[in-house]
């Protein structure tokens, strides 16, 4: 039941932010594991950054780690992913995510969300 559509993408320079959001539907408190992933043309699909329906902890791969912040306001239905010291690499479609909540661990595990925004693009140029 979950509806997910983002914004906030666009091109930025090297070394530039930006700052996506997704709006989610319905009821996400405690409910919803939420997360960001990205894909370039060719590649697949691969997790960003993740955050847990309390916002106790958060999930990043290694491409991002330091760089990005996920966040989450339940009572808006709205996650943001904050990107920070682009890179030309970071170019890709981005995508809002989510699935049922099981367990913290299975939040930060990319293989299982089944619910898909219809994706941002974000265009990093040197």
């Known amino acids: 039941q979950v509806q997910l559509v983002e914004s906030g993408g666009g091109s930025v320079q090297a070394g530039g932010s930006l700052r996506l959001s997704c709006g989610a539907s319905?009821?996400?408190?405690?409910?919803?594991?939420m997360a960001w992933f990205r894909q370039t043309p060719g590649a697949q699909r691969e997790g960003v950054a993740a955050?847990?329906?309390?916002?106790?902890?958060?999930y990043y791969t290694d491409p991002v780690k330091g760089r990005a912040t996920i966040s989450r306001d339940n009572a808006s239905g709205t996650v943001t992913l904050q990107l920070n010291n682009l890179k030309v690499e970071d170019t890709a479609m981005y995508y809002c995510?989510?699935?049922?909540?099981?367990?913290?661990?299975?939040?930060?595990?990319?293989?299982?969300?089944?619910?898909w925004g219809q994706g941002t693009q974000v265009t990093v140029s040197s």
């Open positions: 955050i847990l329906p309390n916002r106790t902890i958060a």
């Open positions: 995510a989510a699935k049922r909540y099981k367990s913290y661990t299975n939040c930060g595990r990319w293989y299982d969300y089944d619910t």
């Open positions: 319905g009821s996400t408190a405690n409910s919803v594991c």
